[in-house]
């Protein structure tokens, strides 16, 4: 089913054409690529898409009853109230009954038969509207994303310009739309949300129209790419690193046809000129003709070419010592948290070292403690190797004032440049014509980036400190930038998450995590080698424990950690939790005279020591226990059919989606009809996902609580 088509779209900002005659379609489930160097339109096209623009020509078509959601680079968030409020914010009929259910909580305080009846009603209706699955499925988007259950009632005020970009991508994801339209949507992420986000999308339903400089997320998640260029469009139907290839032979292919044309006409022309008024006049009118019919092969546009003029260049630097930079002891805290503490650092001539792992643990923090720029409170000593020239790369790029011009930017660094000269240098980094004389406060991100660049490798440097150095450049700039660096004869400290750019660049990795950090020696490869190396030996633990009945089967530990929650930590000393199945077998078989029953970590006295009042209490709890038991056994074996159907169904819908990228035949009405029992079976597998969900947290919460504390 076609969700989306475009036909002949152009549009521009006065005489000059940004794109034009712009063709193609999305079709249910197809997730597709656009990609173009920073300039070319790419978010201007994802804006006409969402009519938020108009087209000079041509027609944006979106199917009647589909639903789309734009996440836009600029974080544009307009949502109000919390962040629980705005992750809803796509469903206003949930919002407003669970406002008006919030109300009438307080009111039935009051214990007035209208307030309950109220109560009552509306929670009713609040279920009956999906509004339980939706908060779960809201949690576990929001808990991948770095929000925290206490974030939930945070105002969207109070929240920072990444948060507000989190939640953006948050409230997007969550509506689940038929047509999904991201722009940018791993700025700023951390690496293992943006690993989330690619399974995440990988099972979207709906259609996918993706524009991203993340070479690696664009390889994971779409499988056809479509190039935006000035007079062109060319669409793969082909990951990212396949198409870079096969774009290559088509533009030889197609300036070798160019070429013959040309050599042909020449050719002809010269026929013509020199037998036009001679005895070969008749030939020469007929070639004069031909010529005149004949349909010109333009030359192929290269988007990249000029893209690609871009020129990292280091200026000649002093070779430093072959120890570089000893670190003793680092240890940082903020807002009262321990980012980090005891870190031992050796840096040598040449290493090039990536700082990873998830926002908030401290990696910029890090950072600036190795470059001598941290807190008076941090902790730790960094001996200075010599002869060391230091630059910084900041990545919210501080180092630029707003008000001043590219050109200015430069000459305040070097003052000996004249203007001249300075253009011809900022033409390096692809500011050409009046560019360099616009303000900063004008430009785009990868503008403000490259112009930040050019500043850094004005002087000489062979110890560099770049953090996020490949945020808002495009692809042929960050390959450009990996290239300069990998060259590089000084030392290099990094923080990135763009994957392709680690492991191309780095010698060795540093990974900070939940207040330690560890130190692989073999690179980015080897460290996500290593990582799912662990990731495999867990799931294998898991399964034991599955096998064993303390899996999300048996309702321990390992369903909680299946539905999101963290294992609880035991207290030294303290006595370990006993299975629940343990619980409700010892209750099946009851009490024998004289033993004591253990419940809850108390010790009932025999029943001859008990007077007839503690008997019935026993008798009682006896009762509570065993069906809690059985209530217990019950979702156990219902966790497992709902394991097997959710096997069965994502295996199926993976044959489905298969036969769905199949060329019709013609047979559209068949087509129509898979892609709708697609549809149907992928609900069916998420309503079983979030029943499975649910039972899991509800095992594992028993559990816990029938162990004791």
């Known amino acids: 089913m076609t969700v989306l088509q475009v036909a002949d779209l152009s549009f521009g900002y006065g005489a000059d054409k ?45 199917r009647k009853g589909i639903r789309v959601a734009y996440f836009r680079q600029s974080h544009e968030l307009h949502a109000e109230g919390t962040v629980l409020d705005a992750f809803l914010s796509g469903f206003s009929e949930v919002l407003e009954l669970r406002h008006a259910l919030t109300a009438a909580q307080h009111a039935a305080a009051s214990g007035s038969e209208a307030d309950l009846a109220r ?15 939706l908060e779960r499925r809201v ?23 990444g948060e507000r970009g989190r939640l953006q991508l948050g409230v997007v994801l969550a509506i689940e739309p ?27 339903a709906g259609a996918l129209l993706c524009v991203s400089h993340d070479r690696a997320f664009l390889d994971a998640v779409c499988p056809n790419t479509m190039e935006l260029g000035h007079r062109s469009f060319r669409a793969y139907p082909l990951k ?21 044309q040309e050599a042909f006409v020449a050719k002809t022309e010269d026929f013509i000129r020199r037998n036009i008024a001679g005895q070969k006049t008749k030939q020469a009118q007929s070639r004069r003709k031909m010529l005149e019919k004949l349909e010109t092969i333009d030359r192929p546009e290269d988007i990249w070419a000029v893209a690609e003029k871009v020129r990292f260049r280091f200026a000649p630097a002093p070779r430093s ?35 990873v792992g998830p926002n908030g643990t401290g990696k910029s923090t890090l950072l600036k403690l190795l470059a001598g720029a941290g807190a008076p409170e941090d902790a730790g000593e960094v001996r200075r190797g010599t002869n060391l020239c230091q630059g910084y790369f900041d990545q919210h790029l501080g180092s630029l004032d707003p008000s001043k011009t590219a050109v200015e930017e430069i000459r305040s660094v070097r003052a000996d440049m004249n203007v001249d000269a300075t253009r011809q240098y900022l033409s390096r980094f692809r500011f050409y014509g009046d560019d360099a004389l616009r303000k900063v406060q004008g430009f785009s991100g990868g503008e403000r980036s490259r112009l930040a660049l050019a500043k850094l490798l004005l002087e000489p440097r062979n110890l560099l400190f770049l953090d996020e150095p490949t945020n808002h450049l495009d692809i042929p700039a960050a390959e450009i930038l990996e290239e300069a660096l990998t060259g590089f004869e000084g030392t290099v400290v990094l923080v990135s998450h763009d994957r392709r750019f680690l492991e191309q660049v780095t010698t060795r ?28 030996e867990a799931a294998a633990r898991e399964a034991d424990e599955r096998d064993a009945g303390r899996g999300p089967a048996g309702g321990g530990r390992g369903a909680q950690r299946a ?27 009851g009490a024998k005279p004289g033993r004591a029953v253990r419940r809850s970590g108390a010790t009932m006295p025999p029943p001859d020591e008990a007077g007839a009042g503690d008997a019935a209490a026993r008798k009682r709890a006896f009762e509570s226990d065993k069906a809690a038991a059985r209530a217990a056994e019950r979702k156990r074996k219902r966790v497992k059919e709902l394991e097997g159907e959710i096997a069965a169904g994502e295996a199926k819908l993976a044959e489905m989606r298969e036969e769905l990228k199949k060329d019709p035949g013609g047979d559209w009405a068949k087509l129509a009809e898979k892609a709708r029992e697609e549809q149907a079976l992928a609900k069916r597998v998420d309503a079983a996902m979030t029943e499975w969900m649910a039972l899991s947290e509800e095992l594992g919460a028993s559990a816990t609580a029938g162990g004791g504390a």
């Open 509 to 536: 990795i540093v990974a900070v995590r939940e207040g330690s950090v560890d130190i692989y020696p073999g690179g980015f490869r080897d460290y996500r080698d290593n990582l799912e190396k662990l990731a495999a």
């Open 563 to 589: 539905a999101g929650a963290a294992a609880p930590q035991r207290a030294a000393g303290a006595p370990a939790p006993r299975d629940e199945a343990a619980r409700g077998a010892a209750a099946d078989k």
């Open 240 to 260: 990212y690193s396949d198409y870079a290839v096969a774009r290559e032979e088509d533009l030889a292919r197609e300036r070798e046809l160019a070429e013959r």
């Open 178 to 204: 038929d047509l999904l339209l991201l722009d940018e949507p791993t700025n700023h992420l951390d690496i293992e949300t943006i690993t989330w986000l690619e399974k995440h999308l990988a099972g979207l």
């Open 139 to 161: 949690e576990i988007i929001a808990a991948h994303l770095g929000f925290t259950p206490a974030d939930m009632d945070r105002p969207v005020a109070s929240l920072s310009g």
């Open 321 to 355: 010592g072959d120890i570089v930079l000893d670190a003793r002891g680092l240890g940082a805290s903020r807002g009262g948290r321990t980012l980090f503490s005891g870190v031992d650092l050796l840096l040598r001539r040449g290493d090039r070292v990536g700082v």
């Open 119 to 133: 109560l009552s009603d509306l929670t009713d209706r609040y279920h009956i509207a999906g509004g339980d699955d």
């Open 18 to 62: 940004l794109f034009q005659g712009i063709t193609f379609s999305l079709e249910q489930g197809q997730r597709a690529a656009l990609v173009a160097p920073n300039g070319a339109g790419k978010s201007t096209l994802l804006r006409l898409v969402a009519r938020e623009l108009a087209p000079d020509t041509g027609s944006v078509v979106i």
